[in-house]
């Protein structure tokens, strides 16, 4: 049953409104404002009553958000033109004296509802967040029990290929889609277990100086036989003085191998790649740009959620790369983002502190704000798909 919370100092009015409203409802006389404090679905309140109280009245709607926690003035014609404009912020209905029993039982009725539906959106939310925790700790479970057997199953394969040897073709190539299959499985093990720690805040990260040269060297080196295997121009462009930045680097180069495989996926064959790195205040930007068709606008918010690839290209992928890769970037204290146009491929930045002079510790604060980049890059922005 909902509650109701009449604060009133017209005595009379609050007597027969209780008597009226406890036909059907739960019905508290607040006695003071401390009455504010206490549990209702609905207050209703007079001119003078609200007028003393409106902060609190405001205070409580407030601390109830995003719930709907409704107000019903009551008052008289003249009183409507006395009640000033921060007074109204806190009521959601009025309701003028005399009052029609039928009319307030109307107007009580669709306020309470809202309430009600309001409660309801919250109740199936916070099942929708339970469901998704106990889905992401039997994720992380079943992940880990997982990575040994496959792990097995893939050492078994290269020790039998590459140790033993198999003369016998049929043999080999059936030995090696095992060893193929365990890899790719033991991939996809590997980042359900990175998205489950990202979630919880517990990426383990070893950041240490590193050149911005290094890590891009190796990221165009691990893809340089990829892309010319489809003709595809792969271009690292480095700042023009060494810099240096604070990272893990194995996770920048898991990282570089998300992005560019990503990049590798998406453009054509003949098409470009390219991999840049410019410094931008205490950070260094990255960009990953491709020639690729671009991506729809209505799915760019979306890019960096779990699963959004695996449901929008229908393909094996599971689509946890892009989310790892923003898990990666923001636990090193950056940031990063996705710039495309259809026709015009997609560009993907993200930044990285600038190691300290001393080469350890945290980098000095520093302001890039999503507006700046985002107008500034749009230069640079090659883009990708």
């Known amino acids: 049953m909902s509650r109701v919370l009449l604060l009133l ?51 409580r709607k407030a601390a109830e958000e995003p719930l709907f926690l409704p107000v019903l003035l009551l008052t008289s014609r003249p009183g409507v033109k006395m009640v000033t404009r921060h007074v109204w912020q806190a009521v959601d209905e009025l309701i003028v004296s ?41 994720l992380a479970v079943v992940s880990h029990d997982l990575r040994n057997p496959i792990n097995l199953v893939l050492t078994s394969s290269s020790f039998v290929l590459d140790i033993l040897g198999v003369p016998d073709p049929v043999q080999r190539e059936q030995l090696d889609l095992i060893k193929r299959a365990a890899g ?20 383990p990260m070893e950041a240490h100086p590193q050149t911005v040269e290094s890590l891009m060297e190796e990221a165009c080196e691990m893809f340089a036989t990829p892309a010319a295997a489809r003709r595809v121009a792969l271009s690292c462009h480095n700042p023009a003085d060494s810099v240096r930045v604070m990272a893990d680097a194995g996770r920048v180069s898991q990282l570089f191998g998300n992005l560019l495989g990503n990049a590798l996926k ?58 790892i890769s923003r898990g990666i970037v923001n636990a090193h204290g950056g940031e990063m983002w996705v710039e495309s146009e259809l026709g015009n491929g ?37 883009s990708a798909g």
């Open 98 to 138: 005399p009052v029609e029993r039928h009319e307030l039982l109307a107007r009580v009725e669709v306020l309470l509802r809202a309430r009600s539906q309001s409660l309801e959106l919250r109740r199936r939310a916070d099942e929708a967040r339970e469901a998704a925790r106990t889905r992401d700790e039997v």
């Open 266 to 323: 998406f453009t054509p064959d003949g098409g470009e790649i390219r991999l840049a790195a410019v410094p931008d205040g205490a950070f260094v930007r990255f960009s990953v740009a491709d020639t690729g068709k671009g991506i729809e606008p209505d799915e760019l918010p979306h890019v960096f959620e779990r699963f959004w690839q695996a449901r929008r290209t229908g393909e094996g992928s599971a689509g946890l790369g892009l989310a």
């Open 346 to 382: 997609t560009t993907f930045f993200f930044t990285l502190p600038l190691a300290t002079a001393g080469g350890e510790g945290e980098p000095a604060d520093a302001d890039v704000s999503s507006e700046r980049r985002r107008g500034g890059d749009a230069e640079d922005a090659a």
């Open 9 to 59: 100092d017209q005595k009379e009015n609050q007597r027969l409104l209780a008597e009226f409203l406890e036909l059907s409802h739960d019905v508290a006389v607040a006695a003071g404002d401390g009455a504010l404090d206490e549990p209702f679905d609905l207050c209703v309140v007079d001119g003078r009553a609200l007028d003393r109280a409106w902060e609190r009245v405001q205070a």
């Open 184 to 203: 790719q499985m033991s991939r996809l093990i590997q980042d359900l277990l990175d998205v489950s720690t990202i979630e919880a805040g517990k990426l």
